[in-house]
C-alpha cells in the first residue's frame, strides 16, 4: 500500500523456456518460451496482481520466482538475495519466507493426509515447532483461516471447496511466510464463496503484513485486490501500472481489448458496450510471431510490428507498456 | 417478444440416487420459454440448473438420475411421456444443446464433416453431399476461416474456442426452435467468450431461435438474456426480466450475489460484501427455504416453511418470505 516501502521482489529478465523433444532420443526440435524476459518489482506488504489469458505464462512465471522451475535466465532477487543461483541447502532456507496457493485445492491437498497433517508437514519440514507446541500451532492456523481447530483430525474430502481452499491457505501460512504467490486462488469457488476467500487473503495481509503476487484470469476480482497490475500476452509482459491507472487508462490494444471482453453485471451497460472483439485465438508459444507478439490480434497493427520487438518503457510515472503505437 | 409458449416446465422434480441417499437436484422447477426468447438460468455450482436444462432433452443419466414428477411440455405436447425414438426427433432438430466442454462433446476419431453430417443426414434426409454443402456454410457463419478444408480436419486440430464454434454449428445446423446452452463460454478465455458471444448474438437475430442460457457469471447473463431465473438448493428463487433483476434484486441470494461481485467501473470496494456459510447439501434439503441458514433477514417461517414462487407479479416472482411479509405490510 505503501509506495516508500521497500522492494521485497526483483524479477529481472526472467525467462523458462521448455524443450520440446521428439523420438527415442528425445531430440530438441523446438521450445516453448512460455516466459520470455520480464521484468517486475514487489513493494513490501503491496499485492502486484498478474493477469492474462491461459497460455500466457502467468502460472509458469509464478513457479520460476518459487524456483519450483529452474529458471532459463534471468534473476529473481528476495530481499536482496539473488534465489535463482543459491545452492539447493540455502535455497531450502528460503523456501519458509515464500510460500504459494494453488487453484485447486482438490488436487493441492493429499487426500489421504489429515488436516493437521498437511498443515503440520512444512512446520516438521523446517523444524519451527514440535509437539505440543506444533499442534497449537496448527489450531492457531486453522483459526486464523476461519476454521474450526476441532478439524485437524479430518480428511480434505470431508470439506467443502471454499474450505478446502482455507485449508491451502492456512498451509501456505504455516512457516510465517512474508511473501505469497495465489495462484488462481478462487477460480475454482463459486461466486459467493469467491468472496469469502478474498476477503480473508486480505484481512492476513493486514495482520501479518504479507505480499502478494495474484495470478488471475478474473480482471474484477484483480482490480479489487492488486495495487499495481501486470498484463501478460503470450509469455512476456505488455503493461504495468497501478490498478487505477491500468483500468482506467489502458494504454496497450491488448489491455484495451481484454477489459472490454469482460461482462459487466449491469444489463444496461452491457447491451450498450462497444466491445473490441480480437479476431482468432493465441498464437502457440511454440512459434510466437514476430516482432510484437499481439500483431496477429491487434487492431491497430502496422508493417513496424512485424519487424520490431516493442521496447519496455515507462510512459508515464509507474506506467509501463510494450507497444510501438501507444505515443 | 412474442408471447407464444414454446416449452411450458410444470413441478419439475429430478432426483439423483446416489450412494449417500436421494440427491434433489432439481426440486419443484416451474418455468416457460416462449419464442425468441433467451432465459438465462443463473446459479452456483449444485444448484440444479444443468440437471434442469438436461432434464428437457431428457439426457439424465438414467440410473442414477431418474425425472421423478411433474411436466415437461413442449408445442403442448408432453415430453416426458414420449419413447427414446420419439425423443431423438427431438433432440437436434427441435430443440438443440451446447456444452461446457467442447472437446468431450465432439468424438475425437471422426472428421468434423462426419460429426456435421450426421445430424443433417438423420433429420433433414439430404444425402451426404448436400449435408457437406450445408454444413461448410454453418462453419462459415460462425466464423471458421476456410470452412471448405477445415471440414475434413478432426476436433484435435481446433482450439477451444473454434471447437464450441464447431458444437455450435452441429446445434444450429437443423435450425432448432430451441437452443439449451450450458455454461458454453466458462472453459474459454475472456476474449474467446467475447468472440462466441457475438456469435450467438447474430446467429439469434438470424434464426429466431429461442435459448436457455446457463451460466454462473452474472455478467453473462447482464449482456445475452431477456429473462432470468435465479437458482438455489434445486429450487428456482427469483425469476424477472433482465433489467429489473439486476436494478431491483428481491430474494436475498440475488442481492447477495449481486453485492458480492467485484466492479470493473467505479469507486472500489474497500472489503468486498460477502454470503456466509456454505450452498446446501442436496442430499439433505429441510422443508424450509434452502437459503435459510445463510440469509440475513431470515424468520421463524423460513425455517419452518418452504416459499413458493410466488407468482403475484407475472413479471418478477421471487420465493421469499421476507419479501411476502414486507408485502403485505405496506400494503
Given at each position: 500500500?505503501?509506495?516508500?516501502?521497500?522492494?521485497?521482489?526483483?524479477?529481472?529478465?526472467?525467462?523458462?523456456?521448455?524443450?520440446?523433444?521428439?523420438?527415442?532420443?528425445?531430440?530438441?526440435?523446438?521450445?516453448?518460451?512460455?516466459?520470455?524476459?520480464?521484468?517486475?518489482?514487489?513493494?513490501?506488504?503491496?499485492?502486484?496482481?498478474?493477469?492474462?489469458?491461459?497460455?500466457?505464462?502467468?502460472?509458469?512465471?509464478?513457479?520460476?520466482?518459487?524456483?519450483?522451475?529452474?529458471?532459463?535466465?534471468?534473476?529473481?532477487?528476495?530481499?536482496?538475495?539473488?534465489?535463482?543461483?543459491?545452492?539447493?541447502?540455502?535455497?531450502r532456507l528460503q523456501r519458509p519466507k515464500m510460500q504459494?496457493?494453488?487453484?485447486?485445492?482438490?488436487?493441492?491437498?493429499?487426500?489421504?493426509?489429515?488436516?493437521?497433517?498437511?498443515?503440520?508437514?512444512p512446520i516438521?519440514e523446517h523444524q519451527f515447532?514440535?509437539?505440543?507446541?506444533?499442534?497449537?500451532?496448527?489450531?492457531?492456523?486453522?483459526?486464523?483461516?476461519?476454521?474450526?481447530?476441532?478439524?485437524?483430525?479430518?480428511?480434505?474430502?470431508?470439506?467443502?471447496?471454499?474450505?478446502?481452499?482455507?485449508?491451502?491457505?492456512?498451509?501456505?501460512?504455516a512457516l510465517n511466510p512474508d511473501?505469497?504467490?495465489?495462484?488462481?486462488?478462487?477460480?475454482?469457488?463459486?461466486?459467493?464463496?469467491?468472496?469469502?476467500?478474498?476477503?480473508?487473503?486480505?484481512?492476513?495481509?493486514?495482520?501479518?503484513?504479507?505480499?502478494?503476487?495474484?495470478?488471475?484470469?478474473?480482471?474484477?476480482?484483480?482490480?479489487?485486490?492488486?495495487?499495481?497490475?501486470?498484463?501478460?500476452?503470450?509469455?512476456?509482459?505488455?503493461?504495468?501500472?497501478?490498478?487505477?491507472?491500468?483500468?482506467?487508462?489502458?494504454?496497450?490494444?491488448?489491455?484495451?481489448?481484454?477489459?472490454?471482453?469482460?461482462?459487466?453485471?449491469?444489463?444496461?451497460?452491457?447491451?450498450?458496450?462497444?466491445?473490441?472483439?480480437?479476431?482468432?485465438?493465441?498464437?502457440?508459444?511454440?512459434?510466437?510471431?514476430?516482432?510484437?507478439?499481439?500483431?496477429?490480434?491487434?487492431?491497430?497493427?502496422?508493417?513496424?510490428?512485424?519487424?520490431?520487438?516493442?521496447?519496455?518503457?515507462?510512459?508515464?510515472?509507474?506506467?509501463?507498456?510494450?507497444?510501438?503505437?501507444?505515443? | 417478444?412474442?408471447?407464444?409458449?414454446?416449452?411450458?416446465?410444470?413441478?419439475?422434480?429430478?432426483?439423483?440416487?446416489?450412494?449417500?441417499?436421494?440427491?434433489?437436484?432439481?426440486?419443484?422447477?416451474?418455468?416457460?420459454?416462449?419464442?425468441?426468447?433467451?432465459?438465462?438460468?443463473?446459479?452456483?455450482?449444485?444448484?440444479?440448473?444443468?440437471?434442469?436444462?438436461?432434464?428437457?432433452?431428457?439426457?439424465?443419466?438414467?440410473?442414477?438420475?431418474?425425472?421423478?414428477?411433474?411436466?415437461?411440455?413442449?408445442?403442448?405436447?408432453?415430453?416426458?411421456?414420449?419413447?427414446?425414438?420419439?425423443?431423438?426427433?427431438?433432440?437436434?432438430?427441435?430443440?438443440?444443446?451446447?456444452?461446457?466442454?467442447?472437446?468431450?462433446?465432439?468424438?475425437?476419431?471422426?472428421?468434423?464433416?462426419?460429426?456435421?453430417?450426421?445430424?443433417?443426414?438423420?433429420?433433414?434426409?439430404?444425402?451426404?453431399?448436400?449435408?457437406?454443402?450445408?454444413?461448410?456454410?454453418?462453419?462459415?457463419?460462425?466464423?471458421?476461416?476456410?470452412?471448405?478444408?477445415?471440414?475434413?480436419?478432426?476436433?484435435?486440430?481446433?482450439?477451444?474456442?473454434?471447437?464450441?464454434?464447431?458444437?455450435?454449428?452441429?446445434?444450429?445446423?437443423?435450425?432448432?426452435?430451441?437452443?439449451?446452452?450450458?455454461?458454453?463460454?466458462?472453459?474459454?478465455?475472456?476474449?474467446?467468450?467475447?468472440?462466441?458471444?457475438?456469435?450467438?448474438?447474430?446467429?439469434?437475430?438470424?434464426?429466431?431461435?429461442?435459448?436457455?442460457?446457463?451460466?454462473?457469471?452474472?455478467?453473462?447473463?447482464?449482456?445475452?438474456?431477456?429473462?432470468?431465473?435465479?437458482?438455489?438448493?434445486?429450487?428456482?428463487?427469483?425469476?424477472?426480466?433482465?433489467?429489473?433483476?439486476?436494478?431491483?434484486?428481491?430474494?436475498?441470494?440475488?442481492?447477495?450475489?449481486?453485492?458480492?461481485?467485484?466492479?470493473?467501473?467505479?469507486?472500489?470496494?474497500?472489503?468486498?460484501?460477502?454470503?456466509?456459510?456454505?450452498?446446501?447439501?442436496?442430499?439433505?434439503?429441510?422443508?424450509?427455504?434452502?437459503?435459510?441458514?445463510?440469509?440475513?433477514?431470515?424468520?421463524?417461517?423460513?425455517?419452518?416453511?418452504?416459499?413458493?414462487?410466488?407468482?403475484?407479479?407475472?413479471?418478477?416472482?421471487?420465493?421469499?418470505?421476507?419479501?411476502?411479509?414486507?408485502?403485505?405490510?405496506?400494503?
Amino acid at each position: 500500500m505503501n509506495n516508500s516501502s521497500e522492494t521485497l521482489l526483483k524479477v529481472e529478465n526472467l525467462s523458462k523456456h521448455f524443450p520440446i523433444t521428439k523420438g527415442v532420443f528425445r531430440r530438441q526440435v523446438g521450445t516453448v518460451k512460455a516466459v520470455d524476459g520480464i521484468s517486475f518489482e514487489i513493494k513490501e506488504r503491496e499485492t502486484l496482481g498478474l493477469v492474462g489469458e491461459s497460455g500466457c505464462g502467468k502460472s509458469t512465471a509464478g513457479r520460476v520466482i518459487l524456483q519450483l522451475y529452474p529458471a532459463t535466465s534471468g534473476n529473481v532477487v528476495f530481499r536482496g538475495v539473488e534465489i535463482t543461483e543459491l545452492s539447493p541447502e540455502k535455497l531450502r532456507l528460503q523456501r519458509p519466507k515464500m510460500q504459494m496457493i494453488f487453484q485447486d485445492p482438490q488436487d493441492s491437498l493429499n487426500p489421504r493426509m489429515t488436516v493437521g497433517d498437511i498443515i503440520g508437514e512444512p512446520i516438521i519440514e523446517h523444524q519451527f515447532h514440535k509437539g505440543k507446541e506444533r499442534r497449537e500451532k496448527i489450531e492457531q492456523l486453522l483459526k486464523s483461516v476461519g476454521l474450526n481447530p476441532k478439524y485437524t483430525n479430518r480428511y480434505p474430502h470431508e470439506f467443502s471447496g471454499g474450505q478446502r481452499q482455507r485449508i491451502g491457505i492456512a498451509r501456505a501460512l504455516a512457516l510465517n511466510p512474508d511473501f505469497i504467490i495465489c495462484d488462481e486462488p478462487i477460480a475454482a469457488l463459486d461466486v459467493s464463496i469467491q468472496a469469502q476467500v478474498v476477503n480473508l487473503l486480505e484481512d492476513l495481509q493486514d495482520q501479518l503484513g504479507l505480499t502478494y503476487l495474484f495470478i488471475s484470469h478474473d480482471l474484477s476480482m484483480i482490480r479489487h485486490i492488486a495495487d499495481r497490475v501486470a498484463v501478460m500476452y503470450l509469455g512476456v509482459m505488455v503493461e504495468l501500472a497501478s490498478s487505477k491507472s491500468l483500468y482506467g487508462n489502458p494504454l496497450h490494444p491488448y489491455t484495451q481489448a481484454l477489459l472490454s471482453a469482460v461482462p459487466v453485471h449491469d444489463p444496461e451497460k452491457e447491451q450498450k458496450r462497444e466491445r473490441i472483439i480480437l479476431q482468432g485465438d493465441v498464437p502457440s508459444p511454440a512459434n510466437p510471431p514476430s516482432g510484437c507478439r499481439f500483431r496477429t490480434r491487434c487492431p491497430i497493427a502496422e508493417s513496424q510490428c512485424a519487424e520490431k520487438i516493442p521496447e519496455w518503457r515507462e510512459k508515464k510515472e509507474g506506467h509501463w507498456v510494450a507497444c510501438h503505437k501507444v505515443s | 417478444m412474442s408471447q407464444e409458449k414454446l416449452i411450458e416446465i410444470k413441478n419439475l422434480k429430478t432426483f439423483f440416487n446416489t450412494e449417500a441417499g436421494i440427491a434433489r437436484a432439481v426440486n419443484d422447477v416451474s418455468f416457460d420459454i416462449y419464442k425468441g426468447e433467451v432465459l438465462g438460468i443463473v446459479g452456483e455450482s449444485g444448484s440444479g440448473k444443468s440437471v434442469t436444462s438436461m432434464s428437457i432433452n431428457r439426457l439424465i443419466p438414467n440410473p442414477p438420475g431418474e425425472i421423478v414428477g411433474g411436466e415437461i411440455f413442449y408445442k403442448g405436447k408432453d415430453l416426458l411421456k414420449y419413447s427414446y425414438e420419439q425423443m431423438s426427433e427431438i433432440r437436434g432438430k427441435e430443440i438443440s444443446m451446447i456444452f461446457q466442454e467442447p472437446m468431450t462433446s465432439l468424438n475425437p476419431v471422426l472428421r468434423i464433416s462426419s460429426q456435421m453430417n450426421e445430424i443433417l443426414v438423420k433429420h433433414e434426409g439430404l444425402i451426404e453431399e448436400e449435408a457437406t454443402k450445408k454444413s461448410i456454410e454453418m462453419l462459415k457463419r460462425v466464423g471458421i476461416p476456410e470452412p471448405e478444408r477445415r471440414i475434413y480436419d478432426y476436433p484435435h486440430q481446433f482450439s477451444g474456442g473454434m471447437r464450441q464454434r464447431v458444437m455450435i454449428a452441429i446445434a444450429l445446423a437443423c435450425d432448432p426452435k430451441v437452443l439449451i446452452a450450458d455454461e458454453p463460454t466458462t472453459a474459454l478465455d475472456v476474449t474467446i467468450q467475447a468472440q462466441i458471444l457475438d456469435i450467438v448474438k447474430r446467429l439469434r437475430k438470424e434464426l429466431g431461435m429461442a435459448i436457455i442460457w446457463i451460466t454462473h457469471d452474472l455478467g453473462v447473463v447482464a449482456g445475452i438474456a431477456d429473462r432470468v431465473a435465479v437458482m438455489y438448493g434445486g429450487f428456482i428463487v427469483e425469476q424477472a426480466p433482465v433489467k429489473k433483476l439486476y436494478s431491483t434484486p428481491k430474494h436475498p441470494y440475488t442481492q447477495g450475489l449481486l453485492s458480492t461481485l467485484p466492479k470493473l467501473e467505479g469507486e472500489r470496494t474497500e472489503r468486498l460484501e460477502s454470503i456466509k456459510g456454505q450452498p446446501p447439501d442436496l442430499h439433505n434439503i429441510p422443508d424450509s427455504c434452502p437459503f435459510a441458514p445463510r440469509c440475513i433477514h431470515v424468520s421463524e417461517k423460513c425455517q419452518n416453511e418452504n416459499p413458493r414462487l410466488e407468482m403475484t407479479d407475472p413479471e418478477h416472482q421471487v420465493a421469499c418470505w421476507w419479501n411476502t411479509e414486507k408485502e403485505n405490510y405496506s400494503s
